[in-house]
């Protein structure tokens, strides 16, 4: 073959890389984190590339991987906008999907966003102290919560072992106590010691970084941290 037909060859799959690369690398995936009267659900995995269709009324909130939200409002029927670069599955995504498919509440919006029950359940910052669990920490200081502030409460925190770190003491009508992360080895687990009860907690503090929504829910949900997950993946709904 002589270099001129080379030369058509190289240009026409040049040509081809050029239209066919964008695509690929746009069309990225998102998933559901709220819906309204859709047949799709919380959880459900949607293909950047893949047409939608709702009904007037309808309401859908995705999420994709760079953490991007996108609202739709039926009636709409087109591939869903603004669709973030990278194809391919996300670990944080799925991760994601998994969660809101297996919790009890997740039926046409996340169940911690409707019925005022979200004001009842700890933020993404804070820690829950009233069973045990895995906890992701995310700052410094830490902040515990509790949900019955009635009475003052002498708190202790050991290691696992049962050795004490710390004392404190827990005002009445009072939430939220902060206690300083030093107390807390990534990996670790921890006895919370309240007035007759013992809390266990397993701490989480390799937070991803950059940590945009996906990323932070994704780890949230991986780490088993799934109230602080489902915290992150409410407020973004209703932004």
């Known amino acids: 073959m002589n270099k001129q037909g080379i030369d058509r060859i190289l240009m026409t799959s040049l040509g081809l890389i050029a239209l066919v690369g964008p695509a690929l ?9 709220a819906a309204e009267q859709s047949t799709l659900q919380p959880g459900t995995l949607v293909p950047g590339d893949k047409p939608l269709k709702l009904a007037e009324g309808a309401q859908l909130v995705l999420l994709a991987e760079d953490g991007k939200t996108l609202k739709l409002t039926g009636p709409y029927s087109g591939v ?34 409707r019925g005022g029950s979200l004001q009842e359940l700890p933020t993404t910052n804070l820690v829950s102290v009233d069973n045990s669990g895995e906890r992701c920490l995310t700052g410094d200081p830490v ?30 009508g009072v939430a939220r106590l902060s206690t ?5 080895e990534d990996g670790k687990s921890y006895l919370l010691q309240r007035p007759g009860k013992s809390v266990s ?25 799934k109230a602080q997950a489902l915290s992150v993946l409410a407020k973004l709904a209703e932004e």
């Not at 690398?25 to 984190?33: H, K, L, N, S, T």
């Open 25 to 33: 690398v746009e069309a990225g995936q998102w998933v559901v984190i």
């Open 180 to 184: 300083p992360s030093r107390y807390f």
């Open 201 to 225: 907690l397993r701490v989480h503090k390799e937070a991803p970084s950059p940590a945009n929504s996906a990323a932070l829910a994704g780890w949230m949900a991986k780490s088993g941290c």
């Open 143 to 172: 902040v515990l919560w509790r949900s019955n502030t009635t009475a003052l409460e002498p708190v202790t925190l050991a290691d696992a072992n049962g050795s004490r770190l710390a004392s404190f003491t827990w005002p009445a």
């Open 80 to 113: 869903p906008s603004g669709r973030s670069k990278g194809g391919g599955e996300s670990s944080n995504l799925n991760a994601i999907a998994n969660l809101l498919q297996g919790h009890q509440q997740a039926t046409s919006t996340l169940g911690v966003m």
